[in-house]
Antibody, heavy 119, light 112 residues
Framework: EVQLVESGGGLVQPGGSLRVSCAAS????????MDWVRQAPGKGLEWVGR??????????EYAASVKGRFSISRDDSKNSLFLQMNSLKTEDTAVYFC??????????WGQGTLVTVSS | DVVVSQSPLSLPVTLGQPASISCRSS???????????LSWFQQRPGQSPRRLIY???NRESGVPDRFSASGSGTDFTLKISRVEAEDVGVYYC?????????FGQGTKVEIK
């Protein structure tokens, strides 16, 4: 069974940084592209970014709203995905989900981790 | 960027009756490799999203066959043949053919 478990969310001040993690199990993590998607309170879903696999040199893509501030990385030896968020803004407040890209994006989702940016 | 638009945004349905949601993209989602990455997601209240459909019309394992989907190019549809109480929630289409991936605004399905 595929499992994705996010962690590391919390309260951070505007301008601050936070790193959230996703622990994956139940599939060959190193073979898959992985994405981060977020959902602001009471709002819809927004793609944050993607990291490809080793064969694609772990290349990344980011939404315009986070480009230059957020960075996605992975540790295939630990089946883990990371999202480093810098220069956080109040509008970055959201639940952050990691998702598996299998036969297209969003095949599996974690339970999400809440990031609140507030003074 | 490809813009994805859903309609309606709110869909009150009588139990046992059909429901249909439309999704339109601003550009064709057909890629040069012949694939079309249009997916449908269900998000029940308080839960994470769940993918129901991938590549336009393929149901995920465990998804009831009352859910079906179709479409091509820029126009896509999700249908529920007979709505059940457990189908209440928000439904999103999502295009993954062109970066950045984009979700529709969501359609809230509720029981009349």
């Amino acid at each position: 069974e595929v499992q994705l478990v996010e962690s590391g969310g919390g309260l951070v001040q505007p301008g601050g940084s936070l790193r959230v993690s996703c622990a994956a199990s139940g599939f060959t993590f190193s073979d898959e592209y992985m994405d981060w998607v977020r959902q602001a309170p009471g709002k819809g879903l927004e793609w944050v970014g993607r990291i490809r696999d080793k064969s694609q040199r772990y290349s990344t893509e980011y939404a315009a709203s986070v480009k230059g501030r957020f960075s996605i990385s992975r540790d295939d030896s630990k089946n883990s995905l990371f999202l480093q968020m810098n220069s956080l803004k109040t509008e970055d407040t959201a639940v952050y989900f990691c998702t598996r890209d299998h036969r297209g994006a969003g095949e599996s989702w974690g339970q999400g981790t809440l990031v609140t940016v507030s003074s | 960027d490809v813009v994805v638009s859903q309609s309606p945004l709110s869909l009150p349905v009588t139990l046992g009756q059909p429901a249909s949601i439309s999704c339109r993209s601003s550009q064709s989602l057909l890629r040069s490799d012949g694939k079309t990455y249009l997916s449908w997601f269900q998000q029940r209240p308080g839960q994470s999203p769940r993918r129901l459909i991938y590549e336009v019309s393929n149901r995920e394992s465990g998804v009831p066959d009352r859910f079906s989907a179709s479409g091509s190019g820029t126009d896509f549809t999700l249908k529920i043949s007979r709505v059940e109480a457990e189908d209440v929630g928000v439904y999103y289409c999502m295009q993954g053919s062109r970066w950045p991936g984009m979700f529709g605004q969501g359609t809230k399905v509720e029981i009349k």
